[in-house]
């Protein structure tokens, strides 16, 4: 059983169809493996790079906001080398055009055709770079993929490989030469996350590492794609009962009720979802209230306005509000 069902979620729109669901704890293996691996690379940051692995058993997409030089492109190329999955990259401009990312149809001199020549979206894991630094009208470019795992140029729509998972970086300095994300673009993202700065005991582990030789190039694959399908369907078929279910939707009630804009049903679907891939996580094949409560910072804050100057801290505060005053029944 999976309770997301009465949300109006079509898991089958996404679903692979032809891997079969890894049992719990082998996909709790996995995610620990991966993570592990991971931590080879980005040291200090456990929680962060969970947040991110869970995100793509969830089919979610990952925002990371922060200043340079802390490791957001080095997390998402790790992730992509760990599960084998094909990795692309998207470095956003201001020049940058849509379809330098979905793609164009280029004339074959030849066979006097059209062909199609795919985009960087056409990746298993692709890091959207800086994503801020690009008007919005390519910015939204990959709405369509984020939503619908495909894109359409010129009238005709085509699949994006799977898994697909979108990682984008945001610089959090530099206003002035940076464009803010449409509230469309940011709804479409599971979670927004933050590294920030190691404590002087990780960086100094972070400089031992990589003085010499990046660890990055000896990391070796410890999962493959189809491990990470499989891993998908187990997360697909987590138990969410009726009572945690109503708990997610009235803590996104409470955000509706208590700010100018509120979190979407589509941020409602992304926390429960959110929650069942950090139950497999936790070797549990159902999802508690704890998991909701755990994830809720990260895929609900970003989706709420207020019409302050401190909006994110308002809207964390709100977060942290509707947790510890909506009761669990």
């Known amino acids: 059983m999976t309770g997301v069902d009465s949300t109006g979620l ?11 669901a890894l049992p719990v704890d082998e996909a709790a293996s996995l995610c620990e493996r991966v993570e592990r691996n991971v931590s080879e690379v980005i040291v ?10 869970t995100a793509i058993l969830a089919r979610g997409h990952v925002l990371i906001e922060d200043v340079p030089g802390v490791g957001k492109t080095m997390l998402t190329r790790s992730i992509a080398r760990s599960v084998d999955c094909e990795f692309s990259r998207v470095q956003f401009t201001p020049d940058l055009l849509p379809s330098d990312i979905t793609g164009v149809n280029v004339f074959n001199q030849q066979t006097r055709e059209f062909e199609f020549q795919p985009g960087p979206v056409f990746g298993n894991v692709v890091l959207a770079d800086e994503i801020n630094r690009a008007p919005p009208k390519t910015q939204s470019a990959l709405l369509e993929s984020m939503e619908e795992t495909q894109v359409t140029v010129d009238g005709e729509t085509r699949p994006l490989p799977s898994p697909f998972t979108v990682i984008a970086t945001q610089n959090a300095v530099e206003p002035s030469q940076t464009y803010e994300l449409p509230l469309a673009e940011l709804d479409r993202f599971m979670k927004k996350l933050s590294l920030g700065y190691p404590d002087p005991a990780d960086e100094s582990r972070l400089l031992d590492r990589t003085t010499s030789h990046h ?13 990470v399908l499989r891993a998908r369907e187990t997360v697909a078929e987590t138990t969410v009962r009726e009572p945690v ?31 069942m891939a950090r139950a497999v ?7 508690i209230p704890e998991d909701i409560a755990a994830v809720a910072q990260e895929t609900l804050a970003h989706r709420i306005r207020f019409s302050t100057a401190h909006e994110d801290a308002a809207a964390a505060d709100l977060v942290a509000e509707a947790l510890s005053t909506v009761p669990v029944e």
């Open 281 to 287: 996580a936790e070797e549990r094949g159902y999802v």
């Open 10 to 20: 079509e898991e089958s729109a996404h679903s692979t169809g032809d891997v079969d």
């Open 245 to 275: 279910r109503h708990y997610a939707a009235r803590i996104a009630a409470y955000t509706r009720e208590h700010a100018e804009i509120g979190v979407s049903p589509r941020g409602t679907i992304a926390l429960v979802r959110a929650a």
């Open 215 to 227: 660890p990055i190039a000896a990391l070796e694959p410890v999962a493959d794609r189809r491990d």
């Open 44 to 53: 200090g940051n456990e929680g962060v790079i969970r947040e991110v692995v």
